[in-house]
């Protein structure tokens, strides 16, 4: 276990009914790092994601072996309350899914049932979430829209903004740019490179540029294991298997 | 050797050339097909408008004669001969909001339970038949039902109280059904969105799901609405007065109401064919009714859906 690491994920195995998903997955997500996931389609890497915030739970017939701390606790010994985990460990989803409801009302919904706010204390959270979600300066004067009327990537900053209001610790993202245009994904990008100061940003990536682009760490999955993990500068340039290195280069996948 | 197919006699040959050559210049035929098909649907289509219209004008034109203010305000008179029909326009009223009142909640609860919280599975495929076989049970049997139960077992009485609970029980299959449909067509992305959140399940549903699925709710509730004002058998034996002559003073109290006064004037009255047009009166009012609050209920939705888009 390093000694930094946020989530440590322990000999995991996971199944869809009979299908083994995962197998013996082990590895230490590193706090304040962007952690992204690759790999071909269908190889795990979303569903380890979704592994970490218990959002596999929602599926019927799935079964989780093994052992994933966050900090030091398992959160799947039998007495954890999945949404306790979830207001730590916010997502963003790969198709931008805001509420239709108004922009405002959109961030305001977890807070205004997680805590007990004040209509300005309510008020500062939308605006510093949005802020940070560099999406503020946009839509400033139309905080009571709909928020179905936004662009696709300001859609996709909203809800990021939208998970960074509940105040989580780890932000997981699943594709998050691949329903976007070229000129939102790079906001997004530098979205992500700002937000890892005080946040663990763990990615599932299908592009390469954007992983070596963003990330700090690189695991690479293949058919359900874990092939490589390491520091992505190693990854891109010198990956210990011949394996990484034909999917980085393109060979398959 | 004999021919095999009698049928392949003169004429027959020239026609199949003919059909054979429209086939040849095949965008031709397949515009031809297109023709008949659509043909087919206007026709269906209008068959459908031409019957509800035939209705409405039978009813109207037998049934305007008789309606004025007094008719829709005052009491029945001269053994139900004259006078209006004011206590059954009442009777039905409270039926129809009684019958909602119970199946409404009733239906979202138990179609949030099969769509939301209950595992996929053979108890709820049972569940389901069980519900569809419910819609096809005939309404007199609920009426029967209803007497058993309330009127006598549970000492209800004849009363509101009784035919609000057979009526509701009776667009209980309706209501579920389209709330199921409405539910369902939430879509998924929302509650991951808000369970992702660390918002709790109920909540999930409380906040997100069900304020979406209200339209669609709305809709499977007009179709009941106007089934629970129309039914007659149901509240024959539970609910339904021959005559009173005061309003209801409580839900244990027996009403008249519209439908049961048409079957009775048509039927058992002193004198069925003077009453004629009041039962023509009477039938319109009660399409009046529905259609009333179905419009109410259709405002009301497209009031909901212009706050709802996705």
Known sequence: MGVNAIINVNDVNFYYGNFKALTDIKMDFKKNLVTALIGPSGCGKSTLLRLLNRMNDLIDGTKVEGEILFAGQNIYAPDVDPVEIRKKIGMVFQKPNPFPKTIYNNISYGPKLMWNLSKSDIDDLVEQSLKQAVLWDEVKDILNKSAMNLSGGQQQRLCIARALAMKPDVLLMDEPTSALDPISTAKIEELIDDLKKNYTIIIVTHNMQQAARISDETAFFYIGKLIEYNKTGKIFTKPDVQHTEDYITGRFG | ?310
């Not at chain 2, 086939?23 to 209008?46: C, E, H, P, T």
């Not at chain 2, 029909?85 to 009777?91: K, L, S």
């Not at chain 2, 005061?246 to 079957?263: Q, W």
Request: aromatic share 10%; with cysteine; charged share 15%.
């Open chain 2, 1 to 310: 050797m004999p021919p095999r197919y009698p049928l392949k006699a003169k004429g027959y040959k020239e026609l199949t050339n003919v059909i054979n050559k429209i086939k040849d210049n095949s965008m031709q035929w397949r515009y031809f097909k297109q023709k008949i098909f659509f043909g087919a649907v206007r026709i269906s289509a209008l068959i459908i408008v031409l019957t509800l219209g035939g209705i409405v004008f039978h009813i109207i034109f037998n049934g305007i004669g008789v309606i004025s203010w007094d008719f829709i305000t005052k009491y029945p008179t001269d053994s139900m001969t004259k006078g209006g029909i004011m206590p059954a326009i009442i009777g039905t009223l409270y039926l129809t909001v009684g019958a909602i009142s119970v199946g409404l909640p009733l239906g979202i609860v138990s179609a949030i339970y099969l769509t939301e919280y209950a595992r996929q599975g053979k108890i709820v495929r049972i569940i389901k038949v069980g519900i569809n076989c419910l819609a096809g049970v005939p309404s007199v049997v609920f009426g029967l039902f209803g007497l058993g139960l309330f009127v006598v077992f549970l000492k209800f009485g004849s009363s509101i109280l009784a035919g609000s609970l057979t009526l509701g029980f009776l667009i209980l299959p309706t209501i579920i059904g389209a709330a199921e449909e409405a539910l369902k067509s939430v879509p998924q992305t929302f509650r991951e969105a808000s369970l992702a959140l660390g918002v709790s399940k109920w909540q999930t549903i409380f906040r997100i799901v069900l304020p979406n699925a209200l339209p669609g709710i709305m809709t499977g509730s007009i179709l009941g609405i106007g089934r629970a004002a129309g039914e007659t058998a149901p509240i024959m034996f539970t609910a339904a007065a021959y005559f009173t002559s005061k309003l209801p003073g409580s839900i244990f109290d027996e009403v008249m109401a519209l439908p049961y006064h048409i079957y009775v004037l048509a039927t058992a009255g002193t004198n069925i064919e003077q009453t004629r047009p009041i039962q023509f009166g009477t039938a319109l009012v009660l399409v009046a009714l529905v259609l009333g609050i179905d419009l109410i209920a259709i405002v009301i939705r497209s009031y909901m859906r212009k706050q709802k888009r996705w």
